[in-house]
Every structure is written in C-alpha cells, then in structure tokens.
C-alpha cells in the first residue's frame, strides 16, 4: 500500500536501477529461491499492490523487479490507488484464506513486524479485500508495459 519502503539491502540495487546499471539484485535471491521451490510443490503466491501513478521511483524499480518474482512463480499484480475503492490502508499477507498477518511499519517506512490475527471475521474481511483488489488489478506484464518499464 506505501509508494515507498525504507530497505535498506535494496539501496543499492535501486541506485543502480535509477541509473541505468545492471544488477543481480543478491538481496533477492533467497526470495527467488524459496518462491521456486514452493511453486515446484504447488504452492501458489500471489499478491496485489496498491500503487499511486505516476509511479514513485521505488514503485518503478518494484515493477521492474517483479519480473523475477514472476519468472520464480509468484503472480504479481498492480491496482492504481484512485481505483483502490474502500480496501484498507495496511499491507497484510493472508496464507491459505485462513491465516492473517498485518504489517506493521515506522512513520519511515521501516519495517517493524507482524501480528497474527486469528479472528474469524477479520480474516473473511482481508479475504474480501483481497479478492477484490485481485479482480481489479492488472498483471504485471501488463502494467509494466502501459508505464513503460521493461
């Protein structure tokens, strides 16, 4: 939901992409790797973000680097802010519909942990949330292509 994170292992790999410059983004990779495996086992990862246009530098190089994630399996799409409706303003990962965790960040962004909901009607409203946002979002290729990052 933010159009910046305070990352402090992707600085450089955002400097580079802000210049021009290759990387192998090695942050990444264990991400990439995990992703992979679970993918191979059938495992689904899938995720929406809320992005407001123009794009943020960060949400640029978030798009470019999408496309690793993609190619490792995940399916990531793009919801522009001003078509977000009613979602709620928190970043949240749901596990198999049945398992909530909210994310909890600075007011710089930085991230501080998560919290384990477990309440019943909370999680059927994320579920909602995310379904929602999924039905309106674009697939990365997609939006990547109408913003013009490769």
Request: aromatic letters at 14%; charged letters at 30%; a negative charge.
């Amino acid at each position: 939901m933010r159009d910046q994170y305070a990352s402090p292992y992707e600085d450089e790999s955002l400097r580079k992409f802000l210049a021009g410059e290759p990387d192998d983004l090695p942050w990444m990779q264990s991400w990439l790797d995990m992703v992979r495996e679970a993918a191979a086992a059938g495992r689904r990862f899938a995720r929406v973000r809320v992005v407001s246009l123009p794009l943020t530098d960060y949400s640029r190089f978030g798009v470019w680097c999408a496309q690793f994630t993609g190619g490792a399996g995940e399916d990531i799409r793009y919801l522009p802010r001003h078509q977000a409706g009613d979602l709620p303003d928190e970043d949240y990962w749901l596990f198999d519909s049945r398992l909530l965790v909210r994310l909890r960040y600075d007011e710089q962004t930085t991230f501080l942990g998560g919290d384990v909901i477990e309440d019943p009607a909370t999680i059927v409203a994320h579920n909602y949330w995310r379904d929602a946002a999924w039905h309106q979002a674009v697939r990365r290729d997609d939006f990547a292509a109408q913003q013009g990052i490769a």
